[in-house]
């Protein structure tokens, strides 16, 4: 016997976030009935259009979600933007509870002279593009040059550069957009510079990441010894074990001869002080300090291609109080507002909760500890007449002509997945929203 | 290269390592918790989630910690899936001091 939901909350935002808050939801002891509210017509956020087409092991982590989307009370609402089509205060009248699951859309900027020339570009951008986000899927990247810089260093700046030197064949049966992989098979990029402030010991590379750079086939890695003091590769005392690993493999990365017709280089000690050239980038400048010495002198390095990997932020939500300083929706503890003055019934997790940091299952936890806050709050929440969350929904299918539900989206999943079969690849994916809709349609979903 | 539990675990579970796994492959008897290699999808997330550093990367596991590839495939077969943190088992302060951490 099905009983009829007391509570309705909406989550925005499909991906890990706002799947495991769905999974919180509907296992906890209260009967709730959960939508999740996604921009696309495709969920999974950035485990699709942010982990790198070649880490294909970790895109199994869909199996869950979807293994969450059967869950009994769960709905997809795919192809609406809150704070766009929906207001925010509209999704509140209609629901118990909404929380905001919306990542970190955009990239950082340094506000550094030159950020603005053609040729300098966000990680996120490049990210976005070569996983065929329909946002990023214009862009132009120009490899024509020999030499490409990545600034920052963390795994994101990492993925930049392994998608940067790993040969055609090496990305060809990855879920890469196959825009991205025609004008990357072009590349006359040898060498990508991988530039951060603090030496080895002060990275934030994992060194599972970090490790696969020794195993490229086209592409050795290697360290610019000139930007280092000497014994450079010793932790530091007490230094975390992960830590310990990834300096261990820049020391042996140091030693290796550049054989291969590609390198990767790491280069330390160096801030970013702005880009040089006329009508596009052909020189990054940097101020290399020696530790603890008081030397200083600026590096330029000659490049037309920079990507600045420095972190991402929210991209606010019309209504929705915003902390600029950390660039995410303003929460206490995944409450909506400032301690003492939270927004009723409104919460937040994930990326736009804590900004970007941790692997995918942080989310779980922090998806769990937002869940545990709203089940306190639930029983004083005001209640929305018992209709309006159906009325919402509903209204929306009637207005998109067609439900972009969950049985769209496999439509859309078997589609891309029968693209990329003929090609040798997991998924051949679809890059603009129509053709998500055209597929989606593909199995007669229409209202 | 699925990631193992190793013998630092035992007498402790204070069970980090589950609240951060995306995919819920840990698996728990009264002593420890073992990582089912199958849905292990190598994220590396629950490495540092651990405060005694028992899970390692299988292929940085030395010659004789080998063996913890196999007793945590075939444990995590005959043991339940553990999807919450759990209260540490009496004694895991002492363990954790005893290890140096
Ligand atoms: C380049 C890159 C590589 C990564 N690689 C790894 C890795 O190797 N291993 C790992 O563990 N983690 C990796 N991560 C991290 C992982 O992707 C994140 O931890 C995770 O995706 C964050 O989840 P989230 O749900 O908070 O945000 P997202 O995944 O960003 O999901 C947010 C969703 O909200 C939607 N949305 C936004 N605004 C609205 C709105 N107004 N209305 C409706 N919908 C909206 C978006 O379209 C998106 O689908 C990587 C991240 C990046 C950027
Ligand atoms: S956190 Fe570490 S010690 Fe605790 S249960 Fe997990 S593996 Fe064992
Ligand atoms: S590596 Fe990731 S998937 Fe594997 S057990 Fe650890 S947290 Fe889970």
Redesign the interface.
């Given at each position: 016997m099905t009983t009829v939901p007391r509570y309705h909350v909406a989550i925005v935002g499909a991906g890990p976030s706002g799947f495991y808050a769905a999974e919180a939801l509907l296992r906890s002891d209260k009967n709730i009935a959960v939508d999740l509210f996604e921009r696309l017509p495709v969920p999974y956020g950035l485990v699709r259009f942010g982990v790198a087409p070649d880490h294909a092991k970790l895109k199994q982590v869909t199996a869950v979600f979807e293994r969450i989307a059967q869950m009994p009370g769960f709905r997809f609402v795919g192809g609406v933007e809150i704070g766009v089509d929906i207001g925010i205060d509209d999704l509140r009248r209609s629901y118990h509870a909404v929380i905001l699951a919306t990542g970190a859309a955009l990239g950082r900027e340094m506000g550094l002279t030159g950020e603005n020339l053609p040729g300098t570009h966000q990680a996120s951008d490049f990210v976005g593009w070569y996983n065929g986000h329909p946002d990023y899927r214009d862009l132009t990247f120009d490899f024509g040059g020999e030499r490409a810089v990545v600034i920052g260093h963390g795994n994101v700046a990492l993925d930049v550069a392994r998608i940067l030197v790993k040969t055609p064949d090496e990305l060809r049966h990855t879920d890469i957009a196959g825009h991205a992989l025609e004008a990357l098979a072009e590349s006359r990029i040898r060498e990508v510079h991988l530039v951060g402030r603090g030496g080895p010991d002060g990275t934030r590379f994992s060194a599972k990441e970090l490790q696969e750079f020794g195993t490229l086939g086209n592409c050795d890695p290697g360290v610019e010894m000139g930007d280092l003091a000497i014994d450079p590769f010793v932790p530091p005392q007490g230094v975390d074990p992960e830590r310990k690993i990834a300096i261990g493999l820049l020391d042996a990365f140091s030693r290796r001869a550049w054989e291969k017709s590609r390198r990767c280089l790491f280069r330390f000690h160096l801030a970013p002080v702005g880009f040089e050239g006329h009508e596009r980038v052909n020189r990054a400048v940097f101020r290399w300090s020696a530790q603890g010495e008081g030397l200083e002198q600026d590096v330029g390095i000659d490049t037309n291609l920079v990507f600045l990997s420095v972190g991402r932020r929210s991209a606010p939500v019309a209504d929705v109080p915003y902390d600029a300083g950390r660039g995410v929706h303003a929460n206490a503890g995944g409450r909506i507002g400032v301690e003492g003055e939270e927004v009723p019934g409104l919460y937040v997790c994930g990326w736009s909760k804590r900004g970007p940091q941790g692997t995918i299952g942080t989310n779980r936890a922090c998806a769990l500890d937002t869940v545990e806050k709203l089940l306190a709050d639930l029983g004083s929440l005001p209640s929305p007449p018992s209709t309006a969350a159906d009325s919402v929904v509903s209204s929306i299918w009637q207005r998109q002509g067609l439900r972009l539900d969950f049985e769209a989206w496999r439509a859309i999943d078997l589609a891309e997945v029968a693209r990329g079969r003929v090609l040798g690849k997991p998924r051949e994916k679809f890059v603009s929203v129509e053709a998500m809709i055209a597929a989606a349609k593909g199995k007669d979903i229409a209202c | 290269m699925p990631y193992v539990v190793t013998d630092h675990c035992t007498g402790c579970r204070y069970t980090e390592c589950v609240?951060?796994?995306?995919?819920?492959c840990f698996h728990i008897d009264d002593d420890m918790t073992y990582i089912d290699p199958d849905n292990c999808?190598?994220?590396?997330?629950?490495?540092?989630a651990c405060p005694v550093?028992a899970i390692q990367?299988s292929y940085?596991l030395s010659p004789d910690q080998q063996k913890w590839i196999e007793i945590n495939r075939r444990r995590s077969a005959e043991t339940p899936v553990v999807t919450m943190r759990l209260t540490p088992l009496a004694g895991a302060d002492e363990r954790k001091r005893a290890l140096g951490l």
């Amino acid at each position: 016997m099905t009983t009829v939901p007391r509570y309705h909350v909406a989550i925005v935002g499909a991906g890990p976030s706002g799947f495991y808050a769905a999974e919180a939801l509907l296992r906890s002891d209260k009967n709730i009935a959960v939508d999740l509210f996604e921009r696309l017509p495709v969920p999974y956020g950035l485990v699709r259009f942010g982990v790198a087409p070649d880490h294909a092991k970790l895109k199994q982590v869909t199996a869950v979600f979807e293994r969450i989307a059967q869950m009994p009370g769960f709905r997809f609402v795919g192809g609406v933007e809150i704070g766009v089509d929906i207001g925010i205060d509209d999704l509140r009248r209609s629901y118990h509870a909404v929380i905001l699951a919306t990542g970190a859309a955009l990239g950082r900027e340094m506000g550094l002279t030159g950020e603005n020339l053609p040729g300098t570009h966000q990680a996120s951008d490049f990210v976005g593009w070569y996983n065929g986000h329909p946002d990023y899927r214009d862009l132009t990247f120009d490899f024509g040059g020999e030499r490409a810089v990545v600034i920052g260093h963390g795994n994101v700046a990492l993925d930049v550069a392994r998608i940067l030197v790993k040969t055609p064949d090496e990305l060809r049966h990855t879920d890469i957009a196959g825009h991205a992989l025609e004008a990357l098979a072009e590349s006359r990029i040898r060498e990508v510079h991988l530039v951060g402030r603090g030496g080895p010991d002060g990275t934030r590379f994992s060194a599972k990441e970090l490790q696969e750079f020794g195993t490229l086939g086209n592409c050795d890695p290697g360290v610019e010894m000139g930007d280092l003091a000497i014994d450079p590769f010793v932790p530091p005392q007490g230094v975390d074990p992960e830590r310990k690993i990834a300096i261990g493999l820049l020391d042996a990365f140091s030693r290796r001869a550049w054989e291969k017709s590609r390198r990767c280089l790491f280069r330390f000690h160096l801030a970013p002080v702005g880009f040089e050239g006329h009508e596009r980038v052909n020189r990054a400048v940097f101020r290399w300090s020696a530790q603890g010495e008081g030397l200083e002198q600026d590096v330029g390095i000659d490049t037309n291609l920079v990507f600045l990997s420095v972190g991402r932020r929210s991209a606010p939500v019309a209504d929705v109080p915003y902390d600029a300083g950390r660039g995410v929706h303003a929460n206490a503890g995944g409450r909506i507002g400032v301690e003492g003055e939270e927004v009723p019934g409104l919460y937040v997790c994930g990326w736009s909760k804590r900004g970007p940091q941790g692997t995918i299952g942080t989310n779980r936890a922090c998806a769990l500890d937002t869940v545990e806050k709203l089940l306190a709050d639930l029983g004083s929440l005001p209640s929305p007449p018992s209709t309006a969350a159906d009325s919402v929904v509903s209204s929306i299918w009637q207005r998109q002509g067609l439900r972009l539900d969950f049985e769209a989206w496999r439509a859309i999943d078997l589609a891309e997945v029968a693209r990329g079969r003929v090609l040798g690849k997991p998924r051949e994916k679809f890059v603009s929203v129509e053709a998500m809709i055209a597929a989606a349609k593909g199995k007669d979903i229409a209202c | 290269m699925p990631y193992v539990v190793t013998d630092h675990c035992t007498g402790c579970r204070y069970t980090e390592c589950v609240t951060v796994c995306p995919v819920e492959c840990f698996h728990i008897d009264d002593d420890m918790t073992y990582i089912d290699p199958d849905n292990c999808i190598d994220c590396g997330g629950c490495v540092p989630a651990c405060p005694v550093g028992a899970i390692q990367p299988s292929y940085l596991l030395s010659p004789d910690q080998q063996k913890w590839i196999e007793i945590n495939r075939r444990r995590s077969a005959e043991t339940p899936v553990v999807t919450m943190r759990l209260t540490p088992l009496a004694g895991a302060d002492e363990r954790k001091r005893a290890l140096g951490l």
